[in-house]
């Protein structure tokens, strides 16, 4: 079917949605994003119609589990943008490679942006299940992916926080700034950090081939998704803060946090900038083949409580530290309204069901646990290499709020 400048295609339940426009013809850099409605995902498949040109790839092919249309995607109108829906991970490398096949010039993919990940619980919670599934992906993925793809020249792997052992807290004992020189967090907490026997199982599949692979390491990431994410700690701080405005008589809003987790370092990062390094890593890999790379925003740990008023700047609120008693801060004053969301939400003209479908207990975590002690990192392996962007790390919010905005997730 062809939809003015929008063509969909149906072949054995791969759905393809591409702007007919894009020329067959076309060579060059192509790139192909696992997992592009998602939080890193999605910021790779953004950043890659423009950085570090508009026309370093000739093609974008972002891969998706549940339909997402060109419309509702928030991505910009793009001849080379193609999205292709209902991939499941969790079959046969066999079945993966058939549906890589359906893509149309699979053979030109060169980049690989593999940001697809299954969550089941924290830390020591559901941990064999969890390692055992992200672990398939990868096998299962990279398999097929060279089945298909002779021309492919780098991947680049997202892992995170979770490599420090953050999810641990205290438990874990760490020198700051982090660096990626840092030894591996030991048993028993470290049996449960799925990223290592990831990027062991990549390091494994990569050896002796003609592509090459990096771990890029960001912290909590601030950014957009047209699907809801549980990792995404923008969504539920603008939620609760455009609630806030609507429903407290107050302009001053309480952290939803806790005062043990205000003034601590941080190092989390906007997704803009995280999409950016993906690509720039990628692009160099004789500087970047094998290695691994934190990123942040800027090269300073930040705290809550010097970015917490810069963010609700936006809505016009006076951010103040938290208030720790029962029912007045974060999630619990959120879910303490929950009779009024459902009016709230049509009275805006927000899509149904976005707070419902929001993941209220991340934001309870990032501003709570997780911030308990400082998790900044450092950056100069980036830096090394020539990475020079930095972003102002509230009008990163700000950034995600407009996009948000845009979608109908806030008012």
Not at 164 to 183: M, Q
Not at 254 to 270: A, K, V
Request: with cysteine; aromatic share 12%; charged share 20%.
């Amino acid at each position: 079917m062809d939809s003015g400048r929008i063509k969909i295609q149906v072949n054995d339940g791969c759905v393809c949605i591409q702007n007919s426009q894009w020329s067959k013809s076309k060579t060059g850099l192509q790139a192909l994003v696992f997992g592009a409605s998602g939080i890193t995902g999605w910021a790779i498949t953004n950043s890659a119609l423009t950085y570090p040109t508009s026309s370093t790839f000739s093609r974008v092919v972002g891969l998706t589990s549940r339909p997402l249309s060109l419309e509702t995607s928030g991505f910009p109108t793009d001849s080379r943008l193609q999205l292709y829906s209902d991939l499941d991970l969790s079959q046969d490398a066999e079945t993966i490679t058939k549906y890589l096949r359906k893509i149309e010039k699979v053979e030109r993919i060169t980049h690989v942006y593999f940001a697809a990940y299954v969550h089941h619980g924290w830390g020591d919670k559901g941990s064999e299940e969890r390692i055992k599934e992200n672990v398939d992906f990868i096998i299962n993925a990279v398999t097929a992916v060279e089945a298909v793809c002779p021309n492919l020249q780098f991947w680049t792997f997202p892992t995170g926080g979770k490599w420090y052992g953050f999810e641990f807290g205290k438990n874990v004992s760490r020198t700051t700034p982090l660096k990626e020189s840092a030894p591996r967090v030991p048993a028993p907490y470290g049996d449960h950090i799925f990223y290592y026997p990831q990027v062991d199982t990549l390091t494994k599949l990569s050896e002796g081939k003609s592509w090459k692979f990096a771990d890029i390491r960001p912290d909590a990431i601030v950014g957009f998704v047209p699907n809801h994410n549980p990792m995404n700690i923008a969504e539920p701080l603008a939620l609760y803060a455009s609630l806030w405005k609507s429903l407290s008589p107050s302009k001053q809003i309480p952290f939803p946090g806790t005062m043990d987790s205000y003034t601590h370092l941080q190092s989390n990062i906007s997704s803009d900038q995280l999409g950016h390094f993906h690509i720039y890593a990628s692009l160099h890999p004789e500087l970047t083949a094998g290695k691994a790379f934190n990123i942040a925003d800027v090269d300073e740990g930040l705290s809550w409580a010097t970015v917490w008023p810069g963010i609700v700047a936006y809505l016009r609120l006076e951010g103040m530290g938290p208030v720790e008693k029962e029912g007045v801060s974060g999630e619990l004053w959120v879910k303490g309204k929950q009779g009024e969301w459902d009016q709230w939400a049509r009275g805006n003209g927000l899509r149904m069901g976005v707070l419902e479908k929001t993941c209220w207990e991340f934001m309870t975590v990032v501003t709570g646990e997780y911030s308990t002690l400082d998790r900044n990192f450092d950056i100069s392996e980036a830096r090394r290499i020539g990475f020079k962007e930095s972003v102002d790390h509230v009008k990163g919010y700000h950034i995600a709020f407009d996009r948000m905005r845009a979608a109908k997730v806030i008012p």
